[in-house]
T-cell receptor
Framework: SQELEQSPQSLIVQEGKNLTINCTSSKTLYGLYWYKQKYGEGLIFLMMLQKGGEEKSHEKITAKLDEKKQQSSLHITASQPSHAGIYLCGAVGGNTPLVFGKGTRLSVIA | ETGVTQTPRHLVMGMTNKKSLKCEQHLGHNAMYWYKQSAKKPLELMFVYSLEERVENNSVPSRFSPECPNSSHLFLHLHTLQPEDSALYLC?????WGGGRTGELFFGEGSRLTVL
């Protein structure tokens, strides 16, 4: 079965700093999703990547997909307290449903 | 507001109780899911329903019993649970299921379950 490894597991950054979260898959990626979760709440969809080399941005968050490396990265520029939360990557392969990584817990301090 | 509503948001039950979690989606989607989220573990898929038919059942103990009466509603019936079943239970829906057509999942806020 497909497994997703996220790194780092947790991250504390100062407000205004940039950061990157990585997601590596054990199998070929057919689609990679990024979600954000506030503690104890549901997941909010951020973006989906489907093609190798694809890059998408939403406000200060950019995600890239490296198909050959079976890896995706999520980059936040000039972090703000509103960026704090748990970031999860999810992948789908063929007929299998979304499987998720364990998540990266991000804290942004003033 | 994602269009997926879960009730109750919090539930405390004893091991001999019978309770149910409810999920409703207002998005016109054809697939619905139950996920379990425990501390320090990835989200675990429990059940998938597509067009009201169960298509996935990931070796979930029989003390969890799903029900999908129509494409907008999904229930998770709980009975004789164990303390290790305490977790956040998330419901999700998507436009379709399988064949690479699953697409984005829309999640509810979750039901926090505590089993005493």
């Amino acid at each position: 079965s497909q497994e997703l490894e996220q790194s780092p597991q947790s991250l504390i950054v100062q407000e205004g700093k940039n950061l990157t979260i990585n997601c590596t898959s054990s199998k070929t990626l057919y689609g990679l999703y990024w979600y954000k979760q506030k503690y104890g709440e549901g997941l909010i969809f951020l973006m989906m990547l489907q093609k190798g080399g694809e890059e998408k941005s939403h406000e200060k968050i950019t995600a890239k997909l490296d198909e050959k490396k079976q890896q995706s990265s999520l980059h936040i520029t000039a972090s703000q307290p509103s960026h704090a939360g748990i970031y999860l990557c999810g992948a789908v392969g063929g007929n299998t449903p979304l499987v998720f990584g364990k998540g990266t817990r991000l804290s942004v301090i003033a | 507001e994602t269009g997926v509503t879960q009730t109750p948001r919090h539930l405390v039950m004893g091991m001999t109780n019978k309770k149910s979690l409810k999920c409703e989606q207002h998005l016109g989607h054809n697939a619905m899911y139950w996920y379990k989220q425990s501390a320090k573990k990835p989200l675990e898929l429990m059940f998938v329903y597509s067009l009201e038919e169960r298509v996935e059942n990931n070796s979930v103990p029989s003390r969890f019993s799903p029900e999908c009466p129509n494409s907008s509603h999904l229930f998770l019936h709980l009975h004789t649970l164990q303390p290790e079943d305490s977790a956040l239970y998330l419901c999700a829906s998507s436009q379709a299921w399988g064949g690479g057509r699953t697409g984005e999942l829309f999640f509810g806020e979750g039901s926090r379950l505590t089993v005493l």
